[in-house]
């Protein structure tokens, strides 16, 4: 397909577990965000890649969360010891960016849903 | 601070009526970019417009309309003779320049097109 994709759609882990989340971003697209959404709540910000390197990480809420793109396509997020309040859909982005140009739309992937038992 | 307040939470509208949703944004930056963005029930986020801030022309997309008015800071989103197929949330979202192109998010509002 020509979209985002995020795989799994739902997962499902008991607290304390590792889990990692997948993006596949559109092909050619050098800047890949993730963010997290919460129930009724606006996308919050985790990290920004441009290219291979994270160019922002500032949204990273602790040291639990940790995100590559070792080949500047896909992006693994991934979260150690998970806890109940990691609950979220992790939504992940994608954009033809060039740094220093005027930004472009973010396409959007389905999300991964994650629930911490 | 940048921030960004989508202050209705909800709206129910009967379809075929006119509904705006409102958006009010603060930032120091005097070049930034607003976007509104779609999110039906099956959670895929819609781009629907990007706005830089120098141009305060209003735009027109079909029954989609939007006013960027910079004097009350405020970007708002108009949807004219509602279908049922525009229920979702509705998303305003600001990047200012020093972001490194990060989005900061209203909380949304739920819009509701009743048959």
């Known amino acids: 397909g020509a979209g985002v994709s995020q795989t799994p759609s739902n997962k499902v882990t008991e607290k304390g577990k590792y889990v990692e989340l997948r993006c596949d971003p559109i092909?050619?697209?050098?800047?890949l965000y993730w963010y997290r959404q919460s129930l009724g709540q606006g996308p919050e910000f985790l990290i920004y890649f441009q290219g291979t390197g994270a160019a922002d990480d500032s949204g990273l809420p602790n040291d639990r969360f940790f995100a590559v793109r070792p080949e500047g396509s896909v992006s693994t997020l991934k979260i150690q010891r998970t806890e109940r309040g990691d609950s979220a859909v992790y939504l992940c982005?994608?954009?033809?960016?060039?740094?220093?140009?005027?930004?472009?739309?973010?396409?959007f992937g389905p999300g991964t849903r994650l629930t911490v038992l | 601070a940048q921030k960004v307040t989508q202050a209705q939470t909800e709206i129910s509208v009967v379809e075929k009526e006119d509904v705006t949703l409102d958006c009010v944004y603060e930032t120091r930056d005097t070049t930034y970019y607003l976007f509104w963005y779609k999110q039906p029930p099956s959670g895929e986020l819609v781009f629907l417009i990007r706005r830089n801030s120098f141009d305060e022309q209003n735009e027109i997309s079909g029954r989609y309309s939007w006013n960027f008015q910079k004097s009350t800071s405020s970007f708002n989103f108009t949807i004219t003779a509602s279908q049922v197929v525009d229920s979702a949330v509705y998303f305003c979202?600001?990047?200012?320049?020093?972001?490194?192109?990060?989005?900061?998010w209203g909380a949304g509002t739920k819009l509701i097109i009743k048959p």
């Open positions: 092909s050619g697209h050098t800047a």
């Open positions: 982005a994608s954009s033809p960016q060039l740094a220093g140009a005027s930004p472009n739309e973010q396409f």
């Open positions: 979202a600001l990047r200012y320049m020093d972001s490194n192109y990060q989005l900061i």
